[in-house]
């Protein structure tokens, strides 16, 4: 899977500096007896316009509650982190409309407040989104992401308008944000799964000798009892299939070597308590699977 984020966007940037600018100018004009008040309080009483004329207010809260942008990480990490963090955000949104219940939340500052500083992490959330680029088996995940974040986005336009306009009117706000939420836990579920598959391609880890001593003195001796002369000849043929299994490669059985891990997976899940058994598993389904090619 393909997958990239730019570190640096130059329009928020570009933003950021207007907003830098301003604060320069209006702590420069600010009375001598407020010279000690802070930069950051002077920011958070800072009124700007948004192009469609509504006035918002940019504080403190929306600007450290920002989140850091992914930067490093698996393809498959990076999808997840970024999918998780629409699915909080468009959550917040959600419970910030349920709070309008109430009658008077809408019209007050404070949850105006939080709603421009929800929206503001949202949005960061959607763009990151959006500059993904997937492949293969992580399309599902990043198609369900898609419709989460263009229901998510637009519930987030109808709530700025109702507020810019001052009227309560965005009950399909409420509607498209649930909708949201679902499809990003659906897209979760989908990376999860998509995950699962990649990791159970990869090579597994050599059979760690403490651990495996552990398993061998477990089935012997459950198999035949403490004592048993049975006992060695067990260990002997738990011992072997460890080695038979040490020395197997897809090469070697005729197999590529996705197919040869993810049978040496289940294998290693299904049989984690028996290594006999756990080779003959490898075996069968090795030799079951060249037939098929």
């Keep these: 899977m393909k997958l990239t984020i730019p570190a640096h966007d130059g329009r928020r940037s570009m933003k950021w500096s207007t907003l830098a600018i301003g604060l320069t100018v209006t702590v420069a004009l600010v009375a001598p007896a407020t010279a000690q008040q802070s930069l950051g309080d002077v920011a958070g009483s800072i009124k700007l316009k948004h192009p469609e004329g509504e006035s918002v207010v940019i504080d ?6 920002s989140r850091q942008r992914p930067t490093s990480g698996t393809d498959s990490e990076l999808l997840s982190e970024v999918v998780a963090a629409c699915l909080t955000e468009t959550t917040a949104l959600h419970d910030l409309v349920e709070e309008t219940r109430d009658g008077t939340s809408f019209y007050r500052d404070p949850w ?4 421009e500083a929800v929206g ?27 419709q989460g974040a ?16 001052d009227r309560p009117v965005f009950s399909e706000s409420k509607i498209l944000s649930k909708e949201a939420v679902r499809l990003f836990e659906r897209a979760q579920t989908a990376t999860g799964v998509a ?11 050599p059979i760690n ?5 552990r398993v061998m003195s477990a089935a012997c001796g459950g198999q035949y009892g403490v004592g048993s002369s049975r006992v060695d000849s067990c260990f002997d043929e738990q011992r072997a299939a460890v080695d038979a299994m040490a020395g197997r490669f897809p090469a070697d059985v005729g197999l590529d070597v996705a197919s040869f891990n993810v049978i040496r997976h289940n294998c ?19 030799a079951r699977k060249k037939a098929q090619n």
């Design 195 to 205: 995950s699962r598959a990649d990791a159970a391609e990869q090579e597994a880890p």
């Design 209 to 213: 000798p403490i651990e495996a001593d």
């Design 112 to 115: 105006r407040d939080r709603v």
């Design 120 to 146: 503001f992490r949202l949005d960061v959330a959607l763009e990151d989104l959006r500059l993904i680029v997937v492949d293969g088996r992580y399309q599902e995940a990043y198609d369900l992401a898609g």
């Design 268 to 286: 290693r899940f299904e049989w984690s308590d028996n290594y006999v058994n756990q080779d003959r598993c490898e075996r069968t389904r090795m």
């Design 150 to 165: 263009d229901m998510a986005g637009d519930a987030l336009v109808i709530l700025r308008s109702a507020i810019a306009d």
């Design 60 to 65: 403190r809260y929306a600007i450290t509650q």
